[in-house]
C-alpha cells in the first residue's frame, strides 16, 4: 500500500481560450511571457507529427521512476485534460510507454508532458495523443507510489498548478498561468499578426531592417569596409 495525496482540483479555462491558444505557436507565446515561461528541453517524442495542442494542466508529481499514480491521473482524467508528469527530470527510467498512450487516448486526455523519460516511443508517435517528454528509454518503470495528484509540480524548470493553460507544439511546451491565459493569447494574437506582417514584407522585399544598424554601433578595426 502506498499514498496518492489528492489536492482540489484547479480552475478550468474556458474552451475559446484554448481554441485561440491552438492557434498561437509555442514561440509567440513564449515571447508574450516575455520569453521567460516555457518549460524547458520536454519536446515531442522523435517521428511524432501532432498538431499544436492546449488544455488545462492535470498535475501528477511522481517519484522518479515509478508510474502508480500516473495511473490514477488516467483514470481521474476529465476529457481535454493535458497531464503534466514532474518526474524529477529523472532519465533512469520510463515513466509511460504504448499502453499508456493508447488508455489516454481512449480517456480522451489531450496530451502527455513528462518532465523524465518515455519509452515505446514508437508506438506513441504512431498514437493519436501527443507526448512530450525530456528523453527515452526502454528501461520501465515501478508501480509502487507515492505520489500526489493536482497539487504544484514543475516541468522543464517551470512552475504548472492544477488548470494552468498547457500548450505544445514541435517547438516544446509553454505553460500560461490561469489567471493570465486571457491577456498572454491577447499578446500573441498582436505579435502573430505581426510576424505575419514581417513575412508579407519579406515577400514583398519591403522589410524594414533599419533597426539593425540603429541597434549596432559599428566598429571598423584597421580596414576600411567595402560598401
Ligand atoms: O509498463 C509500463 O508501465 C509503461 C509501458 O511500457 C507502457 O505503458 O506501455
Ligand atoms: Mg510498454
Redesign the pocket.
Known sequence: MSTCRLHRPGPRPDTALLEQCRDLPTSILSDSMDRVGGVRGVHRVPGGRWPRVAGPALTVRTRAGD?LVVHRALDLARPGDVLVIDAGGSLER?I??????RYAAVRGIAALVVDGAV??SEGLAAGPVPVFALGINHL??Y?DGPGELHGPVQAGGTVVRSGDVVVGDGDGVVVLPYERAAEVVARGQERLRDEEEQFAAIAGGTLDRSWVTRALAEVHVGHEVDR
Do not use: H, S, Y
Open positions: 508510474n520510463a509511460l510507454g504504448e499502453i499508456m498512450g519509452r515505446d520501465g518503470p508501480k
